[in-house]
């Protein structure tokens, strides 16, 4: 028999059902339901305080998340993943599984699979997915695999991949450092690669061949097509075209980009070319012909401006209006670059309306009410333009990655990551000094760390660490341990880890996978000392539980970003993703057994 638990373990084991109905329930943000339980353990503890502590004690409690190392650690390597983003860090690796699909598709799928699980296993498997979902609507979009059979299982891999070190998510990092708290040894990076690496083996090829087979396509019967925009192709005296002929290079070129007139004979210095394509598919032609699609002092001056001004480069897309001055006028005869500084890369204009157009001599479009100019340029030259010429901006505009120093992000990380994975370093003190170098190198803008942050995960993070500190302090963690222990002590080792294991996965996927980390991690550390068992396999049960978040939408941020673009809905997460938990947890089980001598 166990005791009645205390007065302040009631508190705590209620409080957290609460939390975690209202996570279910969905009605309140995250952020207030994070804030109020903050709120209430600092006044409840302030006023009733637990036996042989003040009320300032209590306080102290309920505020120690937001000072806990591994929020630091969390914020850190969000910015360390921000600077990889917005320098283009990652971008070779998209363009190569582009190539990839366009050999074979299961092939460009499979690479695909194996590239979001190792990129994960250094960076948050959010930015990673945030870069990688955008070519697969693309590659759908051109008659590849549809985004609904691609996306799911994508996101999956990417969890996986994150579960097989400790910086791979922050849920990782949240429960090695409670358990470090609770007196275990710490964990270097890679401490339990090889157990996740193994499980993968066979977690893969379901994830690979059997999960888009259950997802229905759900690609839209008449989507709405990017926009093509006209331009000119200028063939300045470095590019890759001088002296070829057409059928030479038209097999490098992007599908959706296409010459609208062909030269004679071979390309020449000078030659200005009528051509088309989305933006996307403008960028890559003239990266892989080394030609401009705007006059190149234009560029060169926009450049330098951004240089001096330490400020983002953007790519607008603006609307001619009826008042606007550009009404019948011409590209070279506007004078925009002229008067505002910025360089229209092209001109969108429905197919039927530009055949109807009278042609110019010179071969170039009159500007029309209705227009969209794709405009490349500083944000107050943008704006200026804007105003005076009564243009339209749309939303999306998109900052041009500051790809002179994706090397030295992608280094940064690196030695960061890698201090961190030999032990030189704590991975806390390692991911700040690869944070600082961020910003003072230029990779990350301080005035734009916001957008590296996400203001939910830091108060999800420091309440589910007040938390988890409440259970334990309270004794709840305790007693429950004992509860828990009655029931499992007549359970082999295999199947403790597989109870804790699927006890904490239900609760990840129905509420924050951080809460139900801190609230398992010292459940599981006492079910260990109540059974006489190892404690450090059931908390590595309760880490990989806390990751199998794939069977509901609300599970993981990941598995929301790519519910609207894949078209799910909630019974497509409950049909892939339970017989992967169900995968996983037999699998991941057996192997703590056996690799711990359980």
Not at 89 to 116: D, M, T, V
Not at 228 to 250: A, M, Q, Y
Not at 454 to 480: E, M, P
Request: glycine share 8%; charged share 15%; with cysteine.
């Amino acid at each position: 028999m166990i005791d009645v638990p205390s007065f302040h373990a009631i508190a705590a084991m209620v409080l957290t059902v609460v939390v975690f109905f209202l996570f279910v329930r969905g009605r309140m943000s995250v952020e207030i339901i994070s804030l109020l339980t903050i709120a209430i353990i600092a006044v409840g503890l302030y006023f009733y305080p637990m036996p042989h502590t003040q009320p300032t004690d209590g306080l102290a409690l309920a505020f120690s998340g937001f000072g806990h190392y591994a929020l630091i650690t969390i914020c850190a390597l969000m910015v360390m993943g921000r600077g990889l983003v917005v320098t283009g860090a990652l971008e070779p690796a998209a363009r190569f599984l582009q190539r990839i699909f366009k050999i074979n598709l299961q092939l460009g799928l499979l690479l695909s699979l194996g590239l979001a699980f190792a990129l994960s296993m250094g960076v948050n498997n959010t930015p990673v997915l945030v870069l990688l979902i955008p070519i697969f609507v693309t590659l759908a979009a051109r008659g590849a695999m549809p985004a609904s059979k691609t996306l799911m299982p994508l996101n999956a891999s990417s969890l996986l991949g994150g579960l097989a070190t400790t910086i791979g998510t922050s849920t990782n990092i949240l429960v090695v450092s409670i358990a470090v708290d609770l007196g275990m040894r710490p964990m270097g990076v890679f401490h339990f690669t090889p157990i996740v690496l193994a499980a993968s083996l066979i977690a893969l090829p379901y994830i690979w061949l059997v999960m888009p087979r259950m997802l229905k396509d759900n690609s839209p019967d008449s989507s709405v097509a990017q926009r093509w925009f006209h331009t000119r192709l200028r063939v300045p005296p470095t590019s890759n075209l001088i002296g070829k002929h057409f059928d030479e290079v038209v097999d490098m070129l992007p599908a959706d980009f296409r010459f609208e007139e062909r030269p004679a004979g071979p390309f020449e210095t000078g030659q200005r070319l009528r051509v088309s394509g989305t933006h996307d598919a403008l960028e890559d032609a003239i990266r892989v012909l080394q030609g401009q699609i705007a006059p190149g002092w234009v560029v060169d001056q926009v450049d330098r401006e951004a240089k001096a001004k330490r400020e983002d480069i953007k790519v607008v897309e603006m609307v001619v209006t009826a008042d606007s001055r550009l009404i019948g006028r011409t590209l070279p005869t506007s004078g925009i670059a002229d008067r505002y500084g910025v360089a229209v890369l092209g001109i969108h204009r429905p197919q039927r309306l530009l055949h109807n157009e009278p042609e110019d001599p010179y071969g170039d479009i009159r500007f029309r009410e209705g227009d969209v100019l794709l405009v490349r340029g500083l944000s107050k030259q943008i704006d200026e333009f804007a105003r005076l010429d009564s243009l339209l901006q749309l939303e999306g505009a998109r900052e041009i990655p500051r790809r002179s120093k994706a090397w030295l992000a992608a280094t940064i990380m690196a030695v960061s990551v890698g201090m961190a994975s030999v032990g030189l370093l704590p991975i806390a003190i390692a991911s700040l000094a690869g944070a600082i170098v961020m910003f003072l190198t230029g990779c990350v803008k301080f005035d734009r760390v916001g957008r590296a942050l996400s203001g939910q995960v830091i108060v999800l993070v420091a309440a589910s660490i007040t938390i988890g500190r409440f259970v334990l302090d309270s004794g709840a963690a305790a007693w429950l341990g004992e509860a828990l222990a009655l029931g499992l002590q007549f359970l082999p080792p295999a199947g403790v880890l597989a109870a804790i294991m699927l006890f904490v996965t239900v609760l990840t996927n129905f509420a924050s996978n951080a809460t139900a980390a801190t609230v398992g991690t010292p459940i599981a550390f006492a079910i260990a000392t109540e059974l006489g068992l190892p404690q450090e396999p059931l908390i590595l049960a309760v880490l990989f539980g806390c990751n199998l978040c794939y069977a509901t939408p609300i599970a993981y941020q990941t598995n929301m970003l790519i519910m609207a673009e894949g078209d799910y809905s909630f019974g497509d997460y409950v049909k892939t993703g339970v017989p992967l938990v169900i995968i996983m947890v037999t699998t991941l089980s057996f192997l703590l057994a056996v690799s711990y001598g359980m």
